[in-house]
């Protein structure tokens, strides 16, 4: 069982940086068991997969973040991080994290992938 709770949002100028948190609560499992991404959702579209860290310590970006966001964990809080740079309006959006005990690089996008989700934490960039 795992639960979640996200962090770190905010406004923001254009260009400005903001760092999201995901604090896990886990029994059962370790948190090296779990695949860790974040998603957002933009007001009127769909959720789309931002960045992953998978059981293997292995880190996906979407390409719309690659070079400006940067995933990380501290594994002794239990704790997941978005760190973002060089905000654009484009990447204002609800932001969510997410563990599944499975994932790999082709699929770690799908939504139906992930187990557990936090309850999301708003950021917005404005120009």
């Known amino acids: 069982q795992v639960q979640l709770v996200e962090s770190g949002g905010g406004s923001v100028e254009a260009g400005e940086s903001l760092t999201l948190a995901c604090a896990a609560s886990?029994?059962?499992?370790?948190?090296?068991?779990?695949?860790w991404g974040w998603f957002r959702q933009a007001p009127g579209k769909n959720r789309e997969g931002v960045a992953v860290?998978?059981?293997?310590?292995?880190?996906g970006y979407a390409d719309s973040v690659r070079g400006r966001f940067t995933i990380y964990q501290d594994n002794a809080e239990n704790t997941m991080y978005l760190q973002m740079n060089n905000l654009k309006p484009a990447d204002t959006a609800v932001y969510y994290c997410?563990?599944?005990?499975?994932?790999?690089?082709?699929?770690?996008?799908?939504?139906?992938?992930?187990?557990?989700w936090g309850q999301g934490t708003q950021v917005t960039a404005s120009s």
């Open positions: 997410a563990a599944a005990r499975y994932c790999s690089s082709t699929n770690w996008r799908v939504q139906s992938v992930y187990d557990y």
């Open positions: 886990i029994s059962g499992r370790t948190h090296w068991q779990y695949c």
């Open positions: 860290i998978d059981t293997d310590g292995i880190i």
